[in-house]
C-alpha cells in the first residue's frame, strides 16, 4: 500500500525516510505483540509513513481510544489524512519531538504507547537525546515505547534512559529489523 509514494520519498529524502519500502505485516505485528491496549486512552505513532503499522495499531485500538500519528512529510500526512479517516485518529504534520506540545493541545497529560519507526540511526546524538527525553516525559508512568531499526546503532543510547529494554529482531521484513521495547 502506498508503496510507490514511499519509494519516491525516499529517493527524495533518504535520510528522513529510513528505508525505500514501508514496512512488512511482520514487522508491524512483531511490534505489537504483547501491546494490550483496552484501557489505554491515547497512543502515539512517530513516523507513520503510508499507514503500514498505523492500520494494525487501529485493529487493536479501543473505541474509546485516540491515536495521533506525526508524520512530518507533507505528502505523506496529506497521503495518511485521505486514506485514513477512523475518527480515532489525528494526524499531525510535525515534527515527533514536538510530541509534549500535540498531547497537551489534544487533552492528554500523557501517552500510554509511543510506537515508533523514526530512523534514528540517522539522527545527530543531540537530536536523538532530546527526542528520548521528549518520549520519556511523554510516556505515562506504566507506558511503553517501542521502536524498530535496521541496526543496533542506537540501542545503547536508547538503554540509557529507559529502565528495562527488551530487544527482538524480525526476519520477514526488507531490511530485516530491530525491536526495542522500553520501559520507563
Ligand atoms: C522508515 S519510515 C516508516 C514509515 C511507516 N511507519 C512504516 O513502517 O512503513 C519513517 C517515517 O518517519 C518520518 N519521519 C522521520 N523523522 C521524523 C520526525 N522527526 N517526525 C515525524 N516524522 C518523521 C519519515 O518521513 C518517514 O515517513
Not at 143 to 172: A, D, P
Request: charged letters at 15%.
Amino acid at each position: 500500500m502506498g508503496y510507490f509514494l514511499f519509494l519516491k520519498n525516499s529517493l527524495k529524502n533518504f535520510n528522513q525516510m529510513g528505508a525505500f519500502v514501508p514496512s512488512s505485516q511482520f514487522l508491524a505485528r512483531t511490534m505489537l505483540e504483547g501491546v494490550h491496549l483496552p484501557r489505554a486512552k491515547c497512543v502515539v505513532e512517530f513516523g507513520g509513513g503510508t499507514g503500514a503499522i498505523t492500520r494494525h495499531i487501529l485493529a487493536l485500538l479501543p473505541s474509546h481510544a485516540t491515536l495521533i500519528v506525526f508524520e512530518m512529510n507533507k505528502e505523506l500526512a496529506a497521503h495518511l489524512k485521505r486514506t485514513i479517516t477512523d475518527p480515532r485518529v489525528f494526524v499531525v504534520c510535525d515534527r515527533a519531538e514536538r510530541i509534549g506540545h500535540y498531547l497537551k493541545k489534544f487533552g492528554f497529560k500523557k501517552a500510554d504507547y509511543i510506537i515508533s519507526s523514526l530512523p534514528l540511526a540517522h539522527l545527530r546524538g543531540a537530536v536523538l537525546a532530546h527526542l528520548l527525553s521528549e518520549v520519556v516525559a511523554s510516556l505515562h508512568p506504566h507506558g511503553v515505547y517501542i521502536q524498530y531499526q535496521y541496526s543496533l546503532h542506537s540501542f545503547r543510547q536508547v538503554k540509557k534512559v529507559f529502565g528495562k529494554v527488551v530487544l527482538k529482531f524480525e526476519l520477514y521484513n526488507f531490511p530485516p529489523a530491530f525491536v526495542y521495547v522500553c520501559h520507563v
